[in-house]
T-cell receptor, first 113, second 113 residues
Framework: DTAVSQTPKYLVTQMGNDKSIKCEQN?????MYWYKQDSKKFLKIMFS???????INETVPNRFSPKSPDKAHLNLHINSLELGDSAVYFCASQAGGTNTEAFFGQGTRLTVV | AQSVTQPDIHITVSEGASLELRCNYS??????LFWYVQSPGQGLQLLLK????DTLVQGIKGFEAEFKRSQSSFNLRKPSVHWSDAAEYFC???????????WGLGTSLAVNP
């Protein structure tokens, strides 16, 4: 039973399209994240939600919009996709408290052509 | 500003040899420290973590790490590397009340047979 699951695993799309990536966690965690990993493996946090409330919003183009319908789900919608958006996007979740680790999904490899 | 440095971008070891991956951090308060591993095409998996107490922590897959406050380091070690350990290794520090993880750039480990 996958703890943090993302769909789709692979996504190939054309420039200018709009796409969504979905994430669900069954760990009962309060906090969820979206990360972007570029081709050099650099991990950059994009957003963090705690109990459906946005708490971290890094410098990300406003074409990226996260949505958390409930604390078990955090989706990422991307408008007007650009070539530079090609990356692996990871969802993660974390329990409450300061001494807890993040659990990651398997990633969504987005390729914009 | 908080930061994490992994000085070695790429390391190659022979199977059966010992391994040490370096991690240095910059953080004003008591850090929460993590090591994650990312196998090819996979998400990130927690190897071990340090929050407090014993500065030598044991993790999964035979890994251990030692927190040295005087050196601001949290190096990862394994006495005998297996071919299946070939992966990308990330060090991270948990910072601030929002528990945002600050990531190193990763060390890519290759294992020669």
């Amino acid at each position: 039973d996958t703890a943090v699951s993302q769909t789709p695993k692979y996504l190939v799309t054309q420039m200018g399209n709009d796409k969504s990536i979905k994430c669900e966690q069954n760990l009962g965690h309060d906090t969820m994240y979206w990360y972007k990993q570029d081709s050099k493996k650099f991990l950059k946090i994009m957003f963090s939600y705690n109990n459906k409330e946005l708490i971290i919003n890094e410098t990300v183009p406003n074409r990226f919009s996260p949505k958390s319908p409930d604390k078990a789900h955090l989706n990422l919608h991307i408008n007007s996709l650009e070539l530079g958006d090609s990356a692996v996007y990871f969802c993660a979740s974390q329990a409450g408290g300061t001494n807890t680790e993040a659990f990651f999904g398997q990633g969504t490899r987005l390729t914009v052509v | 500003a908080q930061s994490v440095t992994q000085p070695d971008i790429h390391i190659t070891v022979s199977e059966g040899a010992s391994l040490e991956l370096r991690c240095n951090y910059s953080y004003g308060a008591t850090p929460y420290l993590f090591w994650y591993v990312q196998s090819p095409g996979q998400g990130l998996q927690l190897l071990l973590k340090y929050f407090s107490g014993d500065t030598l922590v044991q993790g999964i897959k035979g890994f251990e790490a030692e927190f040295k406050r005087s050196q601001s380091s949290f190096n990862l070690r394994k006495p005998s590397v297996h071919w299946s350990d070939a992966a990308e290794y990330f060090c991270a520090v948990g910072a601030g009340n929002n528990r945002k993880l600050i990531w190193g750039l990763g060390t890519s480990l290759a294992v020669n047979p």
